[in-house]
C-alpha cells in the first residue's frame, strides 16, 4: 500500500480532479503537503532538542562538521500550506528559500532554513496518503445535494398505498376535492404543504387512475 502520492495523482484519485477542493484543503482542512529534497540547510532556531544527526520515517539529517552550522539532508519533508499554495500557484518553481519542516505538528515546528543554489528548482508536492483519505472526506461543496429519485417500482407502490387509504378513509372520491380536504388537514397540522393542484393532479389521479382502483376522477 503506498504511502506517498504527488499532488497530480492526489487531485485524481481523492479530489476527482478538483483542485479548488484540494487548494482549500491545504489552506483551511490542515492537509499537509511535503517535499522531496536533497541537499542542506540550516538548523532553525526554535528546533529545540533537534540531535546533530537523525531520521525520521520520511526524513533524514546530519551535521556536516562540529564547526559547520549546516546539515545534510534527504527525504520528504513538510512545508508550509503558504509555501505549498506558492508552488501550486507557480507550478512547482521553488524560491532561492525554503523551511523545510520535519513533522507536520503545528507546535513543534522543527526544521531547516534551506537555500537553494539555483535561483529556481522545480518541485511536486506529495502528501501521505492518511492525510489525504482524512481531507478528501472533509471536502465541501457548494452545490446543495440534489433529492434522490425514487424508483419507478417504489413510486408505485406508494400510489397503491395512497390510493387503499383514500378508498379506506370515507374522504370523497374525486381528486380535487380530495386535495381540498387534505390541504386544510395539513394548514391545520402546521405543515408545509404541495399546492393543491399538485396533491390533485400528480398525485391523487395518478393514483386514481392504477388498474382496479375504483375512485372517481373529474376527467
Same mark, same amino acid.
Given at each position: 500500500?503506498?504511502?506517498? +502520492?504527488? +499532488?497530480?495523482?492526489?487531485l485524481r484519485i481523492y479530489f476527482d480532479g478538483d483542485s479548488e477542493s484540494l487548494r482549500q484543503a @491545504?489552506?483551511?482542512r490542515g492537509l499537509c503537503p511535503l517535499v522531496r529534497f536533497t541537499g542542506r540547510g540550516m538548523l532553525l532556531e526554535d528546533s529545540e532538542g533537534v540531535p546533530q544527526k537523525g531520521r525520521t520515517k520520511y526524513v533524514r539529517w546530519f551535521g556536516i562538521t562540529a564547526v559547520d552550522a549546516t546539515h545534510a539532508l534527504d527525504g520528504y519533508f513538510f512545508v508550509s500550506g503558504? @509555501?505549498?499554495l506558492g508552488l501550486i500557484r507557480d507550478q512547482g518553481l521553488w524560491e532561492s528559500e525554503i523551511v523545510l519542516y520535519i513533522d507536520p505538528v503545528r507546535d513543534v515546528?522543527?526544521? &531547516? +532554513?534551506?537555500? @537553494?543554489? #539555483?535561483d529556481l528548482i522545480t518541485s511536486d508536492l506529495w502528501?501521505?496518503?492518511? =492525510?489525504?483519505?482524512?481531507?478528501?472526506?472533509? #471536502?465541501?461543496t =457548494?452545490?446543495?445535494? #440534489?433529492?434522490a429519485r425514487i424508483r419507478a417500482d417504489r413510486e408505485e407502490n406508494l400510489l397503491r398505498v395512497i390510493a387503499g387509504l383514500w378508498a379506506l378513509s370515507g374522504l370523497p372520491a374525486e381528486?380535487? /376535492? /380530495?386535495? =381540498? #380536504?387534505?390541504?386544510?388537514? &395539513? =394548514?391545520?397540522w402546521g405543515w408545509d404543504r404541495p399546492a393543491k393542484s399538485s396533491m390533485a393532479d400528480t398525485i391523487l389521479r395518478h393514483a386514481a387512475k392504477l388498474s382496479g382502483a375504483v375512485i372517481r376522477t373529474s376527467d
Open positions: 500500500m503506498r504511502e506517498l +502520492y504527488r +499532488y497530480s495523482e492526489a @491545504i489552506e483551511f503558504e @509555501i505549498a515546528w522543527s526544521g &531547516f +532554513y534551506c537555500r @537553494i543554489e #539555483k502528501f501521505l496518503a492518511a =492525510d489525504l483519505d482524512a481531507a478528501s472526506r472533509m #471536502k465541501v =457548494d452545490e446543495p445535494a #440534489k433529492p381528486h380535487n /376535492t /380530495t386535495a =381540498d #380536504k387534505l390541504s386544510a388537514l &395539513f =394548514d391545520s
